[in-house]
C-alpha cells in the first residue's frame, strides 16, 4: 500500500473541490479537505467567510453546489433517508447559537435524540443524561428550561446534547464563544478528552486561540473562499503570510 | 418626457409581473408537495402517537373557548335578525330549521375555520418559523431524527382532527344560542326547537359539510407548517410566516368551500 493509499482509507472526512454559492453569492470556492480519523483540526477564518457554511455542508444541512463530500468513504447526502439518518448519527453538530428546543425541559432536550433511535434502552437514559451535563457541569440545570439558561449554558448544554449519540465525528461550531476563559478551558479539554478516550474526530470553527493552541493537531485557514494555509499552531504563527499571522497576534 | 418616465409605477408593476407569476406557482407547487408527503408520511410508521395527541391536546385547548363564544353569538345574532323577516310572511316557524341549516352547512364549518386558521394556523407558522430560524430543525435533523415526522405529521394529524369536533361544538353551541334568541318572541321548549330545527336537514346535507371540515382542517395544518418549515433566515420571517400561513389558509378555506359546493351539489 503506497502511503497516499493508506491516508485515505484512514480518513473518515474527505472534502473535494466544495464550491458553494447563495444565489448570486458564492461563499465557498473551492475547498478540499481531508480528516483523519482521531484528527483534531481546527478552521480559522474571519467572520462571515463561511466556516458554518463548511460544517453544514459536511453534514448535509446545505447541498455543495459543486463537488463532493464524503463522511466515512460515503457521499451520505445522496443515501435514503434511513442509511443517510444512519451515518448522520455517528456524526455530532454543535452549534454555533446552541439550537436547544426551546420548548422541552434541558433533559429532554438530551433524550430526545436517543429514544429516537431503534435500539434506545430505557433503563440507561438518566444515568447517561446525567453523566452528559455532569461533564459539561450543568447537572443542576437539568430540570430547567432553555429560557431560563445563559447563553453560555445554552452552549454547553448544547455539547452535552452532541455527546449523548457517542458521535465518531464532531463538527464544532464555536464552542467556546461567548463563555469566560474558565469554562472555555474546561470545553478545550473536554474536546481533548473525547479524542484521546473515544478516538474522536472533530473539526472545530474557532475564534479562541488559546482553545485552538490546545486542541488542534492541524489548523487549517480559511480566506476568500479557500483553504490558504494549514500546518501546526506552531508552524502557522511562525507563518510568512501577514493574514494568517493575524491570528496568532492576540496577546 | 417619455411615457415610461411619466408612469415608473406601472411600468416596474409590470415588469414585476413575471416573477411574481412565477413566486405564485412556486408557492402553489411547494404546498401541494408539502400537502403530499404530509399525507404519505402520516400513514408510515414509527408513528409519534404521544406527541400526536400533545397536539391535539394543545390545539383544542386554545381554540376551544373562542370557538365556543363565536358559535353562540352566530346562532343569536342569526336567528334574532331572520325573525323579523319571517314574521312578515307569517313563516316565523321556520326560522329554528332555516337557521340550523345554514349554521350547520355552511356558517358553522366556515366561520369556525376561519378563527381557526387565525388562531393556529399563525400559532404553527410561528413556532415552526422560530424553530428553523434558531437552527432547532437543523438540529433534529442532523441527530437523524425526521423533523417532518415530529414537527409536521403530528401537527397535521392534529388538526385535521380536531377542526371537525370544534365544528360540531361551535354548531352545538350555536343552536343554544338561536334558542335564547328565539324564546324572546316566541315560546315553545328547546326540545321542540331542536326537533324544529333538525327535521329538515338529512344524511345528504350533513356528510359533506363533514367532509369538508376535515378539509379545512388539513389545509390549515399543512399551510402553517409550510409556512414555519420554510421560514427564511432571520426573526423577521417568522413573523412573515405566521401572517401568511393565515391569510393563505383563509383563502384556501374558502376556495375549497365554493368546489365542494359545487361538487356536492353534482353528486348529492
Ligand atoms: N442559508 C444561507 N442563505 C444565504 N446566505 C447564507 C446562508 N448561510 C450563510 N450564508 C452567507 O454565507 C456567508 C458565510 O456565512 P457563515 O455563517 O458560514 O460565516 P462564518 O464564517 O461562520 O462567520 P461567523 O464567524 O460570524 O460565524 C455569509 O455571507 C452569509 O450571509
Ligand atoms: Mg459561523
Redesign the pocket.
Known sequence: MTQAEQLSSDAVLEISDLK?S??D?T?LKNINLTVSKGESVVLL????????????CIIGL?LPTEGTVKVFNTEFINLPEKERNHIRRRIGFLF?SGALYDSMTVRENLEFPIIRQPDYKKEDLTSKVEEQLKNVGLLNAIDKMPSELSGGMKKRVGLARTLMLNPEIILY??PTTGLDPVTSNEISHLIIEMQKKFGVTSVI?T?DMPCAKLVADRIVV?KDGMLTAQGTYEELEKSEDEFVRGFFEFE | MTESAKNPSLISAVLKLPKSLEDFFLLISGISGFALKSFKEMFKPPYDISETLRQFYQIGNKSFALIAVTGFIIGLTLTLQSIPTLHKFGAASLVPSMVALAVILEIGPVITSLIFAGKIGSGIGAELGSMKVTEQIDAMEVSGCNPFKYLVVTRVIASTLMLPLLVVLADAIALVGGFIAFSITESGSFEAFLINSLTNIDMRDIIPATIKTFLFGFSIGVVGCYEGYNA??GTVSVGIAANTAVVISSLLVILIDMMMVQITSVLF
Open positions: 458553494k447563495f444565489g453569492l461563499v477564518g474571519k467572520s462571515g467567510t463561511g466556516k458554518s457554511v463548511i460544517l453544514q446545505q454555533q461550531d464555536e470553527v475564534h480559511l | 427564511s433566515r
